[in-house]
């Protein structure tokens, strides 16, 4: 079945210094979401990224989805302590049995020193 | 306030017990579903429904199962055939089925402990 690999599992990062998590699928996705869950609470939405190469910002967050629509990175310019927590991806098969199938990668664990 | 609820916040068992956790949405979306997260794996998929009266195992079902009898409420019940029953356990809505590019929305979550 499809598989999402989510690296690294753990990042700690001094406040101000970049961070980035990788994601990566067994198989093609037709789109991919990024969730981030704050310590003791639950995932929310972040983002959607669908088209092949797509980049797309929030503020000091950038998101990049691969030209094979394989792979995908979340980067976090200037890290602070708000963005503690764990970052999720989470891809939607693009065909076969799993179609439209969200599986989720697990997880980066974010940990910002002041 | 629309929203998913997740009731409750803490939830202790003796092993060998059944527990149903609730898990309700006003937000009038037609899918719904429920995820097991264990430290270092993620989110896994126990069961999900597209629409009412209808609903799919996911990948880790053995020893849960569900309804959907209402839009609104989709009840997820671990029985005693769980062999590692203790998590924490997220619900979530999104407007539509997969297929949709719809996100997902979750509720606070529910933690469960069998001892």
């Known amino acids: 079945g499809q598989q999402v690999m989510q690296i690294p599992q753990y990042q700690h990062v001094q406040e101000g210094e970049d961070f980035t998590t990788y994601c990566n699928s067994s198989t093609t996705l037709s789109n991919i979401q990024w969730y981030k869950q704050r310590p003791g609470g639950h995932p929310v939405f972040l983002i959607q990224?669908?088209?092949?190469?797509e980049v797309k910002k929030q503020k000091r967050l950038t998101f990049q989805f691969g030209e094979a629509k394989k792979n995908s990175s979340l980067h976090i310019t200037a890290t602070q302590t708000t963005d503690v927590g764990t970052y999720f991806c989470a891809g939607q098969a693009a065909g076969g049995t799993s179609y439209g199938k969200l599986t989720f990668g697990q997880g980066t664990i974010l940990t910002v020193h002041p | 306030d629309g929203g998913i609820t997740q009731s409750p916040k803490y939830l202790f068992r003796k092993e060998g017990q059944n527990v149903t956790l609730s898990c309700e949405q006003n937000l009038n979306h037609d899918a719904m579903y429920w995820y097991r997260q264990d430290p270092g794996q993620g989110l896994r998929l126990i069961y999900y429904?597209?629409?009412?009266?209808?609903?799919q195992k996911g990948d880790i079902a053995e020893g849960y199962s569900v309804s959907r009898e209402k839009k609104e409420s989709f009840p997820l019940t671990v029985t005693s055939a769980q062999k590692n029953p203790t998590a924490f356990y997220l619900c979530?809505?999104?407007?539509?089925?997969?297929?949709?590019?719809?996100?997902?929305?979750f509720g606070p979550g529910t933690r469960l402990t069998v001892t």
């Open positions: 429904s597209q629409i009412v009266n209808d609903f």
């Open positions: 979530a809505s999104s407007i539509a089925g997969w297929g949709n590019h719809y996100e997902q929305y």
């Open positions: 990224l669908v088209k092949s190469g």
